[in-house]
């Protein structure tokens, strides 16, 4: 059976939470996105397979290279099931202070 792989769960991970911040605005190689942190190697790997299966980054090879670079679309998704909470939050954080701000001697 295979799993597909879930896009929160890929993001629940702080490391790979900092790939993608990494790759937001350049394409890097494994070797660049690794040399950021402290793991080993193989562990940066695994969650660049991991953010690739779940098709929030796009491996691209460039030569002999292989480029990691962020899939705008796939951050779409999450940013359009967050936006809800978010307006949700926004009006309930406006709502507080209008109170706040009426209550005030």
Same mark, same amino acid.
């Not at 507080?96 to 005030?104: G, P, R, V, Y």
């Given at each position: ?15 790979? *939470?900092? /790939? %993608? ?6 394409? &890097?190689?494994?070797? =660049? ?30 030569? *002999?290279? /292989? %480029? ?6 796939? &951050?779409?998704?999450? =940013? ?26």
């Amino acid at each position: 059976m295979n799993l597909r792989r879930d896009v929160f769960q890929a993001i629940a991970d702080p490391t790979r *939470r900092a /790939i %993608l911040l990494l790759v937001a605005t350049q394409s &890097m190689t494994a070797g =660049a996105i690794a040399s950021n942190f402290d793991t080993a190697r193989p562990t940066v790997s695994k969650h660049l397979q991991i953010l690739s299966e779940c098709e929030l980054l796009k491996p691209e090879q460039n030569g *002999r290279e /292989i %480029l990691y670079h962020l899939n705008p679309i796939k &951050m779409k998704e999450i =940013a359009d099931f967050i936006e809800p909470f978010r307006k949700m939050w926004d009006d309930r954080f406006n709502k507080l202070e209008s109170i706040m701000k009426n209550h005030k001697h």
